[in-house]
């Protein structure tokens, strides 16, 4: 460890003494620029700001690995280690600290948080992380440059940070940067300006980040010859789209839709019952099979419906066994029965301030408090499940918060219960959920399939489908109708900065005229 100890001083005492052009100021600047994280949390505001899906998702991780990085070295590490810092000697005084830290120079709590925010980063993108990435490592870098600490002390927070980023992946695991996979769908029209579309905003969705059109308002930017219909305040939903869908057929068009999940479903079912191709324009607080599909924001799905470019999704079907033709059920995501709705929404509720696995963790163990499992049967044999999920297609990752696809079209059933029977199933089954261990529990099973029976249901009350509660039958049958529905998305993904640049250019065009001519 001596010999450790003195090529660390010896590299300190040559970085110090180096007088690297135009290292200085930046270098100190920076250093200060990171104090408490301030650097950071500017980096993430621009990238709110200015990208778009998946540039808040790189943000939001960044910020949730610096904040584990900045704990783990700030309350453990430098405790548990107390090194002296370095002495200021050698370091010129222009480039010395104003005020000299006075912890233990042992991990570099800066270099923990640079590289823990821009490992973040990039995991959720390669692109976004390649620009933070420098940054990150000049204030590293300047850590040692400005004096204040030893060349390992460095090493080990970026180490530090690096490994908090990403065991942030255990609870809380990244959405893969493409799209999920689909067969090309070649019969979808194109629609230049978008003619022959006939578009539902619901109106809660709101205006796109970084600009002050409104969602309708940036449809009519992007197709200025599609047909919008918004949603008013005592409009029915269901009335609105089936209008919208009899004159995308009457026009040989297609159906658009503007909202969440929830409007998205109910658009994608009867879309693929009048057979007619689905636009979907993102504009709610997830948008799950937005992402998935591969339209992330409303300038990949209008690019899509110009060009023709479609893909083949499957849908689920749930069908009673006694035949009743309005206990169908077609869904788009998700189909449950138990207490996955109530669970859903108390973990949406808690995510944003949680992250998703600690915020589902809360959720279900708020909720088995007072739920009883359901005395049922799955495929002719016996369970009693608190809950059974099935998702159309295969969901990741394993447990109970499934957050997105790798396929739309592998005609499977991803089919999950949890359990009531064994042991302190309700102890094991939170104690699982937070330490991200509940794929490998006793009180959790999942299987892929492509059908699934489900009876003696008549004690369960409500079934729910991609967000709408229905009264559940006594018996059903879960299918899939493979590749039932044609969605628009672009071949190839696209630029996301880009997008906003555009987006942010067509609102100017649409301004300018309302601000008058003498508005310059």
């Not at 949730?64 to 090194?83: F, Y």
């Not at 079934?463 to 071949?491: H, N, Q, S, W």
């Amino acid at each position: 460890m001596r010999h450790v100890s003195d090529l660390d001083k010896r590299l300190f005492i040559r970085v110090a003494a180096s007088r690297l052009r135009g290292a200085h100021p930046v270098l100190p600047r920076l250093s200060r620029a990171a104090n408490h994280g301030r650097l950071w949390l500017g980096v993430a505001a621009g990238l709110a700001t200015v990208g778009g899906t998946t540039a808040r998702r790189a943000a939001l991780r960044g910020l949730g690995s610096l904040a584990a990085a900045s704990l783990a070295a700030n309350t453990v590490a430098k405790w548990t280690v107390n090194r002296r810092r370095p002495e200021v000697d050698p370091v010129p005084l222009v480039r010395r600290l104003t005020q000299q830290p006075r912890t233990s120079s042992f991990p570099s709590g800066h270099s923990a948080s640079a590289a823990a925010f821009a490992t973040g980063v990039a995991l959720e993108s390669t692109g976004y992380g390649a620009l933070v990435i420098p940054v990150a490592a000049a204030v590293a870098a300047s850590r040692v440059y400005v004096g204040v600490h030893y060349p390992s002390d460095v090493l080990a927070g970026v180490a530090l940070g690096i490994g908090a980023a990403v065991l942030t992946c255990r609870w809380w695991p990244p959405r893969p940067q493409t799209p999920a996979e689909a067969r090309p769908r070649v019969s979808a029209p194109a629609l230049p300006a978008g003619r022959g579309l006939v578009v539902v905003v619901n109106q809660g969705a709101g205006n796109g980040p970084g600009t002050v059109l409104t969602a309708a308002d940036r449809l009519r930017a992007l197709l200025p010859e599609a047909e919008i219909l918004e949603r008013g305040a005592n409009d029915d939903l269901g009335a609105l789209l089936d209008r919208a869908a009899r004159r995308a057929a009457e026009t040989g068009g297609a159906l658009g839709i503007c909202g969440g999940d929830g409007s998205v479903n109910a658009a994608a079912r009867l879309a693929a019952e009048r057979r007619l191709p689905l636009a979907v324009f993102p504009g709610g607080t997830l948008n799950h099979f937005a992402l998935d599909a591969g339209v992330p924001d409303f300038e990949d799905a209008a690019h899509a419906v110009t060009q023709g470019d479609a893909i083949a999704v499957d849908l689920g079907l749930a069908t009673p066994l006694d035949g009743r033709p309005d206990g169908e059920a077609r869904f788009l995501n998700t189909f449950s029965i138990g207490i996955y709705p109530e669970l859903v929404h108390l973990r949406e509720r808690l995510e944003g301030r949680l992250g998703k696995w600690p915020g589902a963790a809360v959720a279900l163990a708020r909720v088995l408090r007072t739920a009883e499992p359901m005395a049922i049967e799955i495929n002719g044999r016996p369970h009693r499940p608190w809950l059974v999920f099935v998702g159309n297609g295969r969901y990741s990752p394993e447990g109970f918060a499934p957050a997105y696809r790798e396929r739309l079209d592998d005609g499977l059933l991803d089919v999950r219960v949890i359990d009531s029977e064994p042991l302190l199933a309700r102890t094991r089954l939170v104690l699982a959920a937070l330490t991200g261990t509940l794929g490998s529990s006793h009180v959790y099973f999942s299987a892929q399939t492509r059908r699934l029976s489900l009876a003696k249901l008549d004690r369960v009350g409500v079934r729910a489908f991609d967000g709408e509660v229905t009264r559940a039958p006594d018996a059903m049958v879960i299918t899939k109708l493979p590749g039932e529905l044609t969605v628009y998305r672009p071949t190839e993904v696209r630029n996301e900065v880009l997008q906003r640049a555009r987006a942010a250019a067509a609102a100017a065009r649409r301004l300018r005229p309302s601000l008058g001519p003498d508005s310059g």
